[in-house]
């Protein structure tokens, strides 16, 4: 297996009237996240701990809400929220 990222329930559910800038800041600082991870769990599909809990992450003035599933080698994105609209 290989290190990826995803929307959970799905992009549409997740992304819902988001600015694209922040979108493309979302997905950057995503990227970020599963590297990190690959370097952290080596071999993610061998892990035997329960788990991590949700992280919350400033994104560009925004908010990222995500966990990682280490056995999938997986970075989800669950919940994002854009800056205020000035």
């Keep these: ?5 995803e929307y959970l329930p799905s992009k ?3 992304t819902a009237g988001a600015p ?3 979108l493309a800041a979302v997905e950057e600082r995503a990227a970020e996240l ?3 991870a690959e370097a952290l769990y080596l071999d993610g599909t061998t ?5 991590e809990p949700m992280h919350y992450l400033d994104v ?3 908010l990222l809400a995500y966990y990682v599933v280490p056995r999938l080698e997986l970075v989800v994105l669950c919940q994002i929220t854009p ?3 000035l």
């Design 12 to 14: 549409q559910h997740v």
């Design 60 to 62: 560009a003035g925004g």
């Design 47 to 51: 892990y035997q701990g329960s788990g």
């Design 20 to 22: 694209a800038g922040f």
């Design 34 to 36: 599963v590297r990190a």
């Design 83 to 85: 800056p205020p609209a």
């Design 1 to 5: 297996m290989t290190w990826s990222w």
